[in-house]
């Protein structure tokens, strides 16, 4: 498995939002000058993300983007399985049902199962406040802004 620019960047975007105070609206420009992202790029991740509901919009002057819900309601899985699609390791796994014909013979399947229990387990267990706290904790100590903090 690997993760794509779509994805990193969709959590990059995200953790973005976290980071700024509740309720206030962030201009998208401003998020791709933080985050070192292609405006244009970032475009198309928003759209993505506005059509799932995961971040609201406001048009207009004084408009921007804030995240729909408490980043607490959003794991790292939410986001990557909607910009990426299924995190399985392999193409049987990515159905809730296994249809695959060699599955009671596949001698592997056991070790793909525990691959993704424990992917699926990481980015399922960490919310969009954890990583805000983690940012912030960062900062504290010196290290770069990856976003607002208004």
């Known amino acids: 498995m690997k993760i794509s620019t779509k994805g990193r960047y969709a959590l990059r ?7 700024c105070e509740e309720g ?14 292609s405006l244009k790029y970032l475009e198309q991740i928003i759209s993505v993300l506005s059509h799932a509901g995961y971040v609201r919009s406001v048009r207009g002057t004084g408009g921007g983007y ?16 909607l910009t990426e699609g299924s995190l399985a390791p392999v193409p049987c796994l990515e159905a809730p049902i296994n249809t695959c014909q060699r599955a ?17 387990s990481v980015v399922d267990g ?5 990583l805000a706290e983690e ?7 010196g290290a770069p802004d990856i976003g607002c903090y208004i």
Do not use: F, H
Not at 13 to 19: F, G, S, T, W
Not at 135 to 141: G, K, L, N, Q, T
């Open 24 to 37: 206030v609206l962030i201009p998208l420009k401003d998020i791709a000058e933080r985050q070192g992202i």
């Open 126 to 130: 960490i919310t969009l406040a954890d």
């Open 135 to 141: 940012s912030r904790e960062r900062s504290a100590d």
């Open 66 to 81: 804030s995240l729909a819900r408490d980043p607490s309601e959003y794991t790292v899985g939410m986001i990557l399985r």
């Open 13 to 19: 975007l995200m953790l973005d939002l976290a980071l």
């Open 104 to 120: 009671d013979a596949c001698v592997t399947l056991g070790v793909w199962e525990k691959i993704a229990d424990a992917v699926n």
